[in-house]
């Protein structure tokens, strides 16, 4: 069984062809100007239009061709709607408006768990200051080692030491900081979805008022007392 060509392969031999009746018109004329006596006028026209009936195909092959990636494309183009509208049809926005609704509940306990720890560690810190200074001035070269209790030595940051010969550190992070490693954590396996998250946190607002705006369903879940109002 002969194969058959796709539209690409058409127009190649079509191209190779008239390249090869135009060189072999060429060498008619270039002969002919050399004194050839044997080449007639007939055999040259004859040549001449052997080469431009090729450049015809090559225009009918070129048709050919569009055509055939018009019907792909309309083709590719019925099958992304049928998915669409399959989505549309079948995607349970509900679903995902409870999984976001579980996971801002989730996320804003952290935020609250960490600003109360947060708080409180700032307060130890306030204390531990305190002493510090009036140790400083009474004389004590290190209040840590003689009262027990000293600041961290990283700058900036908040927290104490607590021990004479065995100290630990209590360090806080900040709610932002919770809240982000959340983020973070939740995404960490996957680079690009991490950067994706990353880049997204910085608009978090304006991406929140999108996805309600997008979503009927979680905008439902999350509309506002003035939204519902309305």
């Known amino acids: 069984m002969a194969k058959t060509l796709t539209p690409a392969e058409i127009t190649a031999a079509a191209v190779a062809e008239a390249e090869q009746a135009e060189q072999h018109a060429a060498d008619l004329r270039a002969a002919v100007e050399n004194g050839d006596a ?11 239009q052997a080469g431009m009936f090729a450049r015809l195909r090559i225009k009918a092959a070129e048709k050919k061709a569009a055509a055939q990636a018009d019907t792909d494309r309309h083709r590719r183009a019925d099958a992304i709607a049928a998915d669409a509208r399959a989505l549309a049809e079948q995607d349970d926005e509900a679903d995902l408006a409870v999984k976001m609704r579980a996971a801002v509940d989730a996320l804003a306990a952290v935020h609250a768990a960490a600003a109360n720890r947060h708080d409180r560690i700032k307060e130890m810190a306030r204390r531990v200051a305190v002493i510090k200074v009036e140790a400083e001035q009474a004389g004590v070269p290190d209040p840590r080692s003689r009262y027990g209790v000293g600041p961290t030595a990283v700058a900036g940051e908040t927290g104490l030491i607590v021990g004479k010969t065995d100290p630990i550190a209590v360090r806080s992070v900040s ?13 960490s396996g996957d680079a690009v979805a991490l950067k994706a998250a990353t880049e997204a946190c910085q608009y978090a ?4 008022d999108r996805v ?15 939204d519902r109002a309305a």
């Open 212 to 226: 309600r705006r997008d979503v009927p369903a979680v905008g439902d879940a999350f509309a506002q007392p003035a």
């Open 205 to 208: 607002a304006a991406r929140a």
């Open 175 to 187: 709610p932002a900081d919770a809240v982000a490693a959340v983020v973070g954590l939740a995404v």
């Open 38 to 48: 044997t080449i007639t006028p007939a055999v040259l026209a004859e040549a001449d």
